[in-house]
């Protein structure tokens, strides 16, 4: 028998897991979805099969996706675990075995599990496969059709992992680019970076060594450089054998980023130097010249995890922040500003225009002032020609996720197309798929696909056109 889940914030409200898989053949919409919407839309997050060991942290949870295939103007639904290693492991012996973030407190009964990740973070279809990511590991496949799993992918058997969760895709070639912090064992310096071309065959493979080994959770990509961003959110095992946080905020460190150029190796990486800070999600960054401009939405302090003291970190709230790096400046640092003042996360672009000086982007914004780390009230639109936001606030109560960008056709305008949202209705205590006009933001949703039941706060989603 299953035991209560403890009662931990990031088990309880919209937090908590789901714990069931289900199909809706036809979801019931309010509004009008538009007919040209033809694509399949897959969110991805944490949902805990049982009560955690030990201390819980909200990134340890097993991944579930949730599909949803919008066309006619209609939606089916559809939900299912990544059926892991670890998942399937604790599924036959009815409890959880192990600690992604602590393997010394792992249970011997989980010993002979896979150690194939967990497959929670994101997901995306590229090479005609559907990947969920985490950043532990290889990605892990799953049918984009029945969300069955099909197990770790190796491109082909020539890749070990690990691999981020925010891979990024070249809008004009296909390719993938990709890298792997703490490559060579858990809390190691060692990072991979990897590209795939645009049928999913590894063409290049290289590692090299951080200034110290950091939770590195998303990196910078533009048309001529790659961005590593080494912040110091520390892994360190010596803490983790003493009883301390496994992971833990360390200022002392200072943030290193290391700029490589995309015809080079990492043999050519220079390293620049600037103060703490922590970002886990890039909007977009593009070369200007010798200048690298990027926009990011940067915490003081890494949310979610301790000092190394184990007291709780000052994260501060989180802005859009543009990062000007000068290759023909010596001095070696980068020059920071806030492009906003609103608290924002989760920040998505037209991706047909990913890597280049694009017009705008789309964040999951907190329009009335305060926002939990994830439940943010609002959908915000920031034009980088005029600086101006646009936004939509949502009833109170509610809350959204991140917004991603679906343009109206292929070939239509930057920014001409649709956002879809997950919703948590808290009135209801359910959720929404809702869609909006992204020329028309403020208008509110012009269609919610409305769900019986909550999907859990989560983290990302991708979509695909439907065949």
Same mark, same amino acid.
């Given at each position: ?126 090479? =005609?496969? *559907?990947?969920?990511?985490?950043? &532990?590991?290889? %990605? +892990?496949?799953?049918? $984009?059709?029945?969300?069955?799993? !099909? #197990? ?82 520390? =892994?360190? *095992?010596?803490?983790?054998?003493? &009883?301390?946080? %496994? +992971?833990?905020?360390? $200022?002392?460190?200072?943030?290193? !980023? #290391? ?209």
């Amino acid at each position: 028998m299953t035991s209560p889940y403890p009662d931990h914030p990031q088990l309880r409200g919209n937090y908590a897991p789901l714990r069931m898989e289900c199909d809706i053949d036809d979801v019931i919409v309010r509004g009008e979805l538009p007919r040209d919407l033809d694509v399949t839309y897959y969110r991805n997050g944490p949902d805990p099969q049982f009560p955690p060991r030990g201390d819980h942290h909200w990134f340890a949870g097993d991944g579930m996706l949730h599909m949803f295939r919008i066309q006619d103007g209609r939606v089916r639904y559809r939900n299912r675990w990544a059926r892991t290693g670890k998942w399937k492991a604790e599924r036959r012996e009815g409890r959880s075995l192990i600690d992604p973030f602590n393997p010394v407190a792992d249970d011997p009964a989980g010993a002979d599990a896979e150690r194939d990740g967990l497959a929670n973070t994101n997901i995306v279809w590229h090479g =005609g496969r *559907l990947l969920a990511l985490e950043e &532990g590991h290889a %990605p +892990f496949e799953m049918d $984009p059709e029945t969300l069955d799993s !099909i #197990g770790a992918w190796r491109f082909g058997g020539d890749f070990e992992g690990p691999m981020t969760a925010h891979p990024k895709i070249d809008p004009g070639t296909g390719e993938m680019l990709f890298f792997g912090y703490m490559a060579s064992g858990m809390f190691s310096p060692h990072v991979g970076y990897q590209t795939v071309d645009a049928d999913g065959v590894l063409t290049r493979s290289e590692h090299f060594e951080a200034p110290f080994p950091s939770m590195m959770h998303d990196f910078i990509v533009t048309a001529e450089h790659v961005v590593f961003p080494v912040f110091p959110l520390t =892994g360190d *095992l010596e803490r983790a054998m003493a &009883g301390d946080p %496994p +992971f833990a905020w360390e $200022p002392d460190k200072g943030t290193r !980023i #290391g700029v490589m150029p995309r015809n080079g190796s990492v043999a050519d990486i220079r390293w620049f130097e600037t103060d703490p800070c922590y970002v886990y999600h890039s909007m977009n960054a593009y070369t200007d010249g010798n200048r690298i401009v990027a926009h990011v939405m940067q915490f003081d302090a890494a949310p979610l995890f301790p000092n190394v003291d184990g007291t709780p970190s000052e994260p501060g709230d989180p802005r859009l922040t543009e990062w000007v790096i000068d290759l023909a400046d010596n001095s070696n640092g980068i020059r920071r500003r806030f492009l906003d003042d609103v608290r924002g996360e989760f920040p998505r672009l037209d991706e047909r225009f990913a890597g280049t000086a694009c017009g705008q982007g789309f964040y999951a914004a907190s329009g009335n002032g305060d926002a939990d780390i994830v439940a943010f009230d609002a959908i915000a639109r920031h034009d980088f020609k005029t600086g101006r936001r646009t936004q939509y606030v949502l009833p109170d109560g509610d809350s959204t996720g991140e917004p991603v960008f679906v343009p109206r056709s292929p070939d239509a305008a930057e920014g001409d197309g649709y956002l879809l949202c997950m919703v948590h209705r808290a009135r209801e205590n359910r959720s929404d798929l809702a869609v909006f006009d992204a020329r028309t933001l403020a208008d509110g949703p012009i269609a919610c696909a409305e769900l019986p039941h909550r999907v859990p706060y989560g983290f990302h989603g991708n979509w695909k056109y439907n065949e």
